[in-house]
């Protein structure tokens, strides 16, 4: 579905990706685990456009979407949920909603449709739609970032650190969330630093270190693999 040959990404002087190709299936859940400015988020804001690519290929569903707007790839289906949330505090919950919506123009006759559905998988959302989103707890916000992503309807969903500063419990809920997203249609790339959570919810999962994809294999390959369970797994 999304295949990324050889792709190198530069900020200046900083080489941040020095040739990373990766695949992710339709139906799959794949995570790339890489610690601190290994070049994950990076690889995501590339996918989606955000910065652009100094070499090498980014194809979904068969098509280039290198040379692609933002815009344009989030009307394809590949759409992302930022590191950090970057969620709207000023607004309630149903607004940011109503935003994550926004790029879809033609579909936005059946929102409250999308609503509910979007409700079935955080019921706690349901209960706090119309609360002020700033005051909302940080798994709440998580979820709602989450949520608002899915309201652009992904056919592809890139994930950026959906565990990050949550509590053991919170970020259990978050990844069983991710799994029922998956089962119900949608592909996910998520990108963490949480290897054994999320390398556990993963088909597949790629390790990078400094810009470079270093090891790759299905989650007992990695899991068992002790450099990764020395460097990513605390054994
Ligand atoms: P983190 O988990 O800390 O977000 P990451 O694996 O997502 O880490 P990236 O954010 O992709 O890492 O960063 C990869 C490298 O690129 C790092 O060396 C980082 O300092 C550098 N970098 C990222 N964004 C910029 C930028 N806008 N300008 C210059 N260098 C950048």
Known sequence: MLKISDLKVNYGYVKALKGVSLEVKEGSIVTILGANGAGKSTTLKSI????????????????????????????????????GRRIFPQFSVEENLRIGAFGRRKNIKNINDDYERVYD??????????????????????MLA???????????????????????????????IIEDINKAGVTILLVEQNAFQ??????????????NIVISGTKEEVISNENIKKSYLGA
């Open 121 to 142: 998988y955080f019921p706690k959302l349901k209960e706090r739609k119309d609360q002020v989103a700033g005051t909302l707890s940080g798994g709440e916000q998580q």
């Open 48 to 83: 989606s456009g955000i910065v652009p690519a100094t070499e090498g290929e980014i194809e979904f569903m068969g098509q280039s979407i290198k040379k692609l707007s933002p815009e344009e790839i989030v009307s394809l289906g590949v759409v992302q949920c930022p590191e």
């Open 146 to 176: 989450i949520a608002r992503g899915l309201m652009a309807n992904p056919k592809i969903f890139l994930l950026d650190e959906p565990s990050l500063g949550l509590a053991p419990i919170v970020v259990k809920e978050i990844f069983g």
């Open 198 to 211: 999320a390398s556990k919810i993963a088909d597949y999962v790629y390790v990078i270190e400094t810009g």
